[in-house]
């Protein structure tokens, strides 16, 4: 299916994140790290878009962002509800709070992120009274709960259990359960895989995709592991230093991949294809720059193989090369050779 024929649901333009930095002199100029730069992106209905990037790239603020865990320093951020466009941003404390049951995320430590002090039954159970979805002391709330915890693979027995009683893997489909108890619409899923081993990940990937089917959930799907975002994106965003570089549908980013960033990135994806072995393995030189003080014209210029003159200058332009392949680069690479 063509990308455009397909309904947005949250249209985020320019948005920016800025966070200030404390100043050690008064006289000093206040500072920011530019965790998100200036990000343009429709998220459709039904999709699971994977943002991958390194580390400290700004994609765990960018899904805080549209959730509104932090407003936005610049920026809009719309969200398609009944027919109408939300403001996020112009949301009142009351409104947002009936909007975030819509919204919802998972993080990537459900150890930090569980109450140890409550059984997964109240886990599952608070977002449920303080939505309103249930009143205190109704019956049926727990058969609702009994279902969620099913349908997420967790034995019903383990309703009265504390989340310590559970392996990571049991405890990473609590947290799915808490979200998708609220029948929430977007889900941000923040390196939900993770820490899990290898076989638990695939388990919980399927998981998730399953649910994802059964309630027609969007899902931005935020991981440093490409070879997981692979497996589970309908389109893929790089991140570099704040800003979006490339975003493409999964299959032609792979095959037809624009961006020295991506491609130093795919290079370092392990394979058990022979094929693949002869290919040659970009390694990154330098360290990733100060998203204080990011370098100028492209931010990636300083460690980019292909770099220019005019790369340390002017910011390339986020560019629509076609098939909703965007890219931001002055020398794009070209279709390769098969
Ligand atoms: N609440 C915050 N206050 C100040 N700086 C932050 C905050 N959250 C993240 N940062 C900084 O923003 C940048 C991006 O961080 P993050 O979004 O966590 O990246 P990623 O999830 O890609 O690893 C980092 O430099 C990080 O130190
Ligand atoms: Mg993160």
């Given at each position: 299916m063509q990308t455009n024929e397909k309904k947005v649901l949250l249209r985020i333009q320019d948005v920016k994140q800025y966070f200030p930095i404390k100043k050690t002199h008064f006289r000093e100029k206040q500072k920011y790290v530019k965790a998100n730069d200036g990000i343009t992106l429709d998220i459709y209905e039904g999709e699971t878009f994977g943002l991958v990037g390194e580390s400290g790239c700004g994609k765990s603020t960018f899904g805080r962002t549209i959730l509104q865990l932090y407003p936005q320093t610049h920026g809009e951020i719309l969200y398609q509800k009944d027919g109408e466009w939300v403001d996020l941003k112009a949301q009142d404390r009351e409104s947002m709070r009936s909007l975030r049951k819509e919204l919802q995320i998972v993080f990537q430590d459900p150890y930090s992120s569980l109450n140890p002090r409550m059984t997964v039954g109240q886990i599952i159970g608070e977002g449920l009274l303080s939505h309103g979805m249930f009143k205190r002391g109704d019956g049926a709330m727990k058969d609702y709960i009994f279902q969620i915890m099913e349908d997420c693979g967790?034995?019903?027995?383990?309703?009265?259990?504390?989340?310590?009683?559970?392996?990571g893997g049991q405890r990473q489909r609590i947290g799915i359960a808490r979200s998708l108890a609220l029948r929430p619409r977007f889900v941000v899923c923040d390196e939900a895989v993770s820490a899990l081993d290898v076989s638990i990940q695939s388990q919980i990937l399927n998981l998730l995709r399953d649910l994802k089917e059964k309630d027609n959930l969007t899902y931005l799907f935020i991981t440093h592991d490409l070879s997981v975002v692979k497996y589970v994106s309908d389109r893929i965003g790089v991140m570099y230093l704040g800003n979006l570089v490339e975003v493409s549908e999964t299959g032609e980013l792979f095959?037809?991949?624009?961006?020295p960033y991506t491609e130093a990135l795919l290079s370092a994806i392990p394979t058990t294809d022979v094929n693949d072995r002869k290919k040659e393995r970009i390694l990154l030189e330098g360290d990733i720059p100060s998203p204080v003080n990011p370098p100028r014209g492209c931010k990636f210029h300083t460690r980019c193989r292909y770099c220019q003159e005019v790369c340390t200058q002017q910011e390339p332009e986020w560019t629509n090369v076609g098939k909703g392949h965007y890219v931001a680069c002055h020398f794009p690479l070209g279709r390769k050779e098969k």
């Open positions: 967790l034995s019903t027995y383990m309703f009265g259990r504390y989340p310590h009683q559970f392996s095959e037809n991949t624009m961006h």
